[in-house]
């Protein structure tokens, strides 16, 4: 492998559960996620020439996650994709910890595309000013926004 | 403000998601075999499609037009062949805005935005095309049958079984295809409080 191909793989491996959360909360099956996440690394991989380090890689890997997952275009990918290699299954395992997870899925999932985007960004801890770069909305209208999202996910949980 | 909708929920969504982080960490989920397929599939899966449509495009108006078509009406002949390559035109118009470039530096909004231009020409194109393709289907059989007056009843069955199972197919796709673009405007619209 080349210098290039070693530095992806090895980004791919620090930044899988960035990746897979994001492809996760986005899909609607496992093999979706498996979709979702190699048209990720593809475009990770046509990207890492040109990460200037502007930004932190987690960020910038959140960036293309999430550029991918909300203009994916599931009907175009009949190709064949390599399966992740996984010995759980957040959709179907029954365990508490995978039905903890399931509950963060549902709430996530039934919010819109763009709120989902933003919530993932806020449960990670990350600065409004990151999360309006990201998305490319204004900081106060991410406050504003994920006062609203609070709102809602109060009311899932209420109902 | 926030403190106060701060509540046992939304800990508790930190503490799921720290919990999925952690089971996720104990994953291999990334083979060898993924990533070099990653890499190889790069150009592929980006241009592939643009790629495969825009030679089939040029190479069907040059058979057309130097082939199989030679005992048709001239006119009807060039017609065809400048339909196709219209065609194919405007294919390459229509997915420069969708590099792999945008994925990298664009933020959610200009990305879905781009998406959704890229989505409303086609959608311009079904409008524009099909219109031209009943008519150019209506021309052919005309042709067919001066030309060659034996199978123009077999042409003008299979042809319309075909256009109509087809069209019932496209409308379909393309039905659902729009639902989910239309969820992803209106979003933009909320976020940035402009109508597209």
Same mark, same amino acid.
């Given at each position: ?59 910038? &890997?959140?960036?293309?996650?999430? =550029? ?5 275009? !599931?009907? @175009?990918? $009949? ?55 990201? &998305?490319?909305?204004?900081?106060? =209208? ?5 006062? !609203?999202? @609070?709102? $809602? ?7 | ?196």
């Amino acid at each position: 492998m080349k210098q290039e191909e070693i530095e992806f793989a090895q980004m791919v491996r620090a930044h899988k559960e960035t990746i897979y959360t994001v492809c996760y909360m986005f899909a609607k099956d496992a093999d979706e996620v498996n979709d979702l996440f190699q048209e990720v690394l593809i475009n990770l991989w046509s990207g890492l020439g040109q990460f200037r380090g502007e930004s932190k890689m987690d960020t910038w &890997v959140y960036r293309v996650s999430l =550029n991918t997952c909300i203009s994916s275009d !599931r009907k @175009k990918k $009949q190709q064949a994709t390599v399966p992740l290699t996984m010995d759980i299954n957040l959709f179907e395992d029954k365990d508490e910890d995978t039905h903890q997870i399931q509950m963060l899925y549902k709430r996530i999932h039934q919010l819109k595309p763009f709120d989902r985007a933003i919530v993932l960004l806020w449960l990670e801890n990350m600065s409004y000013e990151e999360i309006a770069a990201i &998305v490319g909305i204004t900081v106060k =209208n991410v406050s504003v926004r994920l006062y !609203r999202i @609070k709102e $809602q996910l109060k009311q899932m949980s209420n109902q | 403000m926030e403190e106060n909708l701060n509540t046992i929920e939304l800990n508790e969504m930190k503490q799921q998601i720290s919990l999925l982080r952690r089971k996720l960490e104990k994953e291999t989920i990334v083979n060898e075999k993924l990533i070099r397929a990653s890499m190889q599939d790069k150009l592929k899966a980006l241009k592939r499609r643009s790629y495969i449509e825009c030679v089939v495009g040029i190479a069907a108006a040059v058979l057309w037009k130097f082939g199989i078509s030679s005992d048709f009406n001239p006119l009807f002949i060039d017609f065809t062949a400048f339909f196709l390559f219209f065609a194919v035109a405007y294919e390459v118009y229509s997915n420069r805005m969708l590099s792999a470039q945008n994925y990298i530096e664009g933020n959610l909004v200009e990305e879905a935005r781009k998406l959704n231009h890229y989505k409303k020409l086609a959608r311009q194109w079904y409008w524009f095309s099909i219109p031209i393709v009943c008519i150019w289907f209506c021309w052919y059989l005309y042709e067919s049958y001066t030309v060659h007056a034996e199978q123009g009843r077999f042409l003008f069955i299979w042809g319309l079984i075909g256009g109509t199972i087809g069209g019932v197919i496209g409308w379909n796709i393309y039905r659902k295809g729009r639902k989910a673009i239309n969820e992803v405007i209106e979003q933009i619209e909320e976020l940035t409080g402009e109508k597209e």
